[in-house]
């Protein structure tokens, strides 16, 4: 059997070690338009940071030895073509036809099984000026290689990245915090990591970005990047100019189909990828993709969409070898597991965001927020913040979200999550869920329990959330209407309550006398640190007949974490 795979990062190489390994007498080809393969694209933002301090370091195994050409044909078996173009596919005649970049020389290349793991290519907005010297994407090594040389010789005064999901945010860090770089951000929706998380976090997020030095722009309408002399020198929205000598367009990327819309594969017109079943094959049951130049199924939502990540390349890639050797291997969907570092915080989720639930037609979901130590708070090193997006009327869980400092603790509860969701679970499962515990590791009863325990509580209406918007507007606004009950020590809620009028001060301890003073025709906006004593505070009013009881989830913790002027 021979066996052409056609692009040798993530997919490609996966695919074709594993069928070596299963069928070490199958006969592989490897082809690949670029000079470097095989190499961990997801550690370019730090290359730039220095963290990987070596281009090679991205192209080398656990073992230290780079994976080349050399190698693949040494320690592997299998042959591998660089700087080799697949141009045309002829499914009749089962034969691809190539061109050498460095000579033009062509080939036509006979297969029995055709892999096709030709990724993406950056999406490059419809601006003036992107093509002027200085504005880069960064996609590949080379990308990296031409910023990093600029950043090493100082060309770099003042960069600027449009577009605020994962690259955007790992790569104003590598500017800010490992070159000392004043960085812009421009972002054309109203938060970060739009469609990946909820405000009430994103808002987290942006803060941490502002603290750190970065000028963060959202709702950015870009009119264009400004360019003297054909170099960069800002760029234009309709609120105003940002000087920059550096660009980096972080906006996305799309499928790359060529090859396989030339061939007559079928792709997506909704997604713009490659079609193929759970087993990876294309319309052509000879022919297999994968990697980030297909579509895949999303498990919470059912649909197809684009999940290019390297660790789901990887996954579909040892399907594809499988199958070719014979077997049954299946990629069933994705559940959009994430993770990323952003300067000292680690963000991550899974499962969909509550705009994109509500947009998905589930008309009653919303969310649960809790904010707690990851460990015991005698071991703690800080706060997280867990989100749970869910269905108020089934219980049903669609997403989980999470934002603290650097450390294990968000992977690890994403990494609980995510296994989680692919058995569609409850609410209750969440409350019911037995994780393991102890002081230096986790609390004791972990944050899934806890973010559970909220959700429960808000289906069957213990309490009525607010949102901090709200409050913080009407108590700008002076409401008459509105009065804040603070449960906090009198030394925490001092500031607040000698700034306000409406911003009273009822200490937990004793408050459950205390409140029954409160007036009945107000509402009352039961505050604490983070919301542990305010709950239990609201279900006191409830059982004294009070109505008009709300709580903000989060407490003021949240609030200041948005940079909100709370105290």
Same mark, same amino acid.
């Given at each position: 059997? !021979?066996?052409?795979?056609?692009?040798?990062?993530?997919?490609?190489?996966?695919?074709?070690?594993?069928?070596? !390994?299963?069928?070490?007498?199958?006969?592989?080809?490897?082809?690949?338009?670029?000079?470097?393969?095989?190499?961990?694209?997801?550690?370019?933002?730090?290359?730039?940071?220095?963290?990987?301090?070596?281009?090679?370091?991205?192209?080398?195994?656990?073992?230290?030895?780079?994976?080349?050409?050399?190698?693949?044909?040494?320690?592997?078996?299998?042959?591998?073509?660089?700087?080799?173009?697949?141009?045309?596919?002829?499914? !009749?005649?089962?034969?691809?036809?190539?061109?050498?970049?460095?000579?033009?020389?062509?080939?036509?290349?006979?297969?029995?099984?055709?892999?096709?793991?030709?990724?993406?290519?950056?999406?490059?907005?419809?601006?003036?000026?992107?093509?002027?010297?200085?504005?880069?994407?960064?996609?590949?090594?080379?990308?990296?290689?031409?910023?990093?040389?600029?950043?090493?010789?100082?060309?770099?005064?003042?960069?600027?990245?449009?577009?605020?999901?994962?690259?955007?945010?790992?790569?104003?860090?590598?500017?800010?915090?490992?070159?000392?770089?004043?960085?812009?951000?421009?972002?054309?929706?109203?938060?970060?990591?739009?469609?990946?998380?909820?405000?009430?976090?994103?808002?987290?997020?942006?803060?941490?970005?502002?603290?750190?030095?970065?000028?963060?722009?959202?709702?950015?309408?870009?009119?264009?990047?400004?360019?003297?002399?054909?170099?960069?020198?800002?760029?234009?929205?309709?609120?105003?100019?940002?000087?920059?000598?550096?660009?980096?367009?972080?906006?996305?990327?799309?499928?790359?189909?060529?090859?396989?819309?030339?061939?007559?594969?079928?792709?997506?017109?909704?997604?713009?990828?490659?079609?193929?079943?759970?087993?990876?094959?294309?319309?052509?049951?000879?022919?297999?993709?994968?990697?980030?130049?297909?579509?895949?199924?999303?498990?919470?939502?059912?649909?197809?969409?684009?999940?290019?990540?390297?660790?789901?390349?990887?996954?579909?890639?040892?399907?594809?070898?499988?199958?070719?050797?014979?077997?049954?291997?299946?990629?069933?969907?994705?559940?959009?597991?994430?993770?990323?570092?952003?300067?000292?915080?680690?963000?991550?989720?899974?499962?969909?965001?509550?705009?994109?639930?509500?947009?998905?037609?589930?008309?009653?979901?919303?969310?649960?927020?809790?904010?707690?130590?990851?460990?015991?708070?005698?071991?703690?090193?800080?706060?997280?913040?867990?989100?749970?997006?869910?269905?108020? !009327?089934?219980?049903?869980?669609?997403?989980?979200?999470?934002?603290?400092?650097?450390?294990?603790?968000?992977?690890?509860?994403?990494?609980?999550?995510?296994?989680?969701?692919?058995?569609?679970?409850?609410?209750?499962?969440?409350?019911?869920?037995?994780?393991?515990?102890?002081?230096?590791?986790?609390?004791?009863?972990?944050?899934?329990?806890?973010?559970?325990?909220?959700?429960?509580?808000?289906?069957?209406?213990?309490?009525?959330?607010?949102?901090?918007?709200?409050?913080?507007?009407?108590?700008?606004?002076?409401?008459?209407?509105?009065?804040?009950?603070?449960?906090?020590?009198?030394?925490?809620?001092?500031?607040?309550?000698?700034?306000?009028?409406?911003?009273?001060?009822?200490?937990?301890?004793?408050?459950?006398?205390?409140?029954?003073?409160?007036?009945?025709?107000?509402?009352?906006?039961?505050?604490?640190?983070?919301?542990?004593?305010?709950?239990?505070?609201?279900?006191?009013?409830?059982?004294?007949?009070?109505?008009?009881?709300?709580?903000?989830?989060?407490?003021?913790?949240?609030?200041?974490?948005?940079?909100?002027?709370?105290?």
């Amino acid at each position: 059997m !021979r066996v052409l795979v056609i692009g040798a990062v993530a997919c490609g190489t996966r695919a074709a070690c594993r069928l070596k !390994r299963l069928r070490p007498d199958a006969e592989i080809l490897m082809i690949d338009q670029d000079q470097y393969i095989s190499y961990g694209g997801c550690g370019m933002p730090y290359y730039l940071t220095g963290d990987v301090s070596h281009i090679d370091e991205l192209r080398r195994t656990t073992f230290h030895a780079i994976r080349d050409e050399r190698f693949f044909k040494e320690a592997k078996g299998i042959e591998v073509l660089t700087r080799v173009k697949a141009e045309e596919i002829d499914r !009749r005649k089962k034969t691809v036809k190539v061109r050498w970049l460095d000579t033009g020389k062509t080939e036509e290349i006979g297969y029995d099984k055709l892999v096709l793991a030709t990724g993406t290519k950056p999406k490059v907005p419809p601006i003036p000026g992107v093509d002027l010297e200085g504005v880069h994407t960064l996609s590949n090594l080379h990308d990296a290689i031409r910023i990093k040389e600029k950043l090493v010789k100082g060309e770099v005064k003042n960069p600027l990245v449009i577009g605020a999901g994962f690259i955007g945010l790992e790569v104003v860090e590598a500017f800010g915090e490992s070159w000392g770089l004043p960085v812009t951000l421009l972002e054309y929706f109203p938060q970060v990591l739009p469609r990946l998380i909820d405000p009430v976090l994103s808002r987290i997020i942006e803060n941490h970005l502002r603290k750190k030095g970065v000028k963060v722009v959202l709702n950015a309408r870009i009119k264009e990047i400004v360019g003297k002399n054909g170099k960069v020198v800002g760029v234009r929205t309709e609120d105003g100019f940002y000087p920059a000598d550096l660009v980096l367009l972080a906006t996305g990327v799309i499928p790359n189909t060529d090859l396989a819309k030339q061939a007559g594969l079928l792709v997506s017109p909704l997604t713009g990828g490659i079609v193929v079943n759970e087993r990876m094959q294309t319309s052509d049951p000879d022919i297999y993709a994968g990697g980030d130049c297909v579509e895949v199924v999303h498990l919470i939502t059912g649909k197809r969409m684009l999940m290019p990540q390297g660790s789901l390349a990887n996954k579909q890639g040892r399907v594809i070898g499988t199958n070719l050797a014979g077997g049954y291997a299946r990629f069933k969907g994705t559940i959009g597991a994430f993770i990323l570092k952003c300067f000292d915080m680690s963000i991550g989720g899974c499962g969909i965001s509550l705009g994109v639930a509500k947009a998905e037609g589930f008309v009653d979901a919303t969310y649960a927020l809790n904010i707690q130590h990851e460990r015991a708070h005698f071991f703690s090193i800080g706060c997280s913040y867990y989100n749970l997006v869910f269905d108020k !009327r089934t219980g049903k869980v669609l997403g989980f979200q999470s934002v603290g400092p650097y450390t294990d603790g968000t992977l690890a509860r994403v990494h609980a999550m995510s296994t989680l969701l692919l058995e569609k679970p409850s609410v209750a499962d969440l409350v019911e869920l037995e994780l393991a515990y102890s002081p230096p590791f986790n609390t004791a009863l972990d944050p899934i329990n806890v973010v559970g325990h909220v959700a429960e509580n808000l289906i069957f209406e213990r309490f009525k959330p607010i949102e901090w918007e709200e409050v913080l507007r009407r108590l700008r606004e002076r409401d008459r209407d509105l009065l804040i009950v603070d449960v906090r020590t009198p030394e925490e809620a001092k500031e607040m309550v000698q700034r306000y009028p409406n911003w009273i001060n009822l200490p937990y301890q004793g408050a459950k006398e205390a409140i029954k003073t409160l007036p009945k025709d107000k509402d009352l906006v039961v505050v604490c640190s983070v919301g542990t004593r305010s709950y239990e505070v609201v279900r006191w009013l409830k059982a004294e007949g009070y109505t008009r009881v709300f709580m903000p989830m989060g407490g003021v913790v949240l609030a200041k974490s948005w940079g909100e002027d709370v105290r």
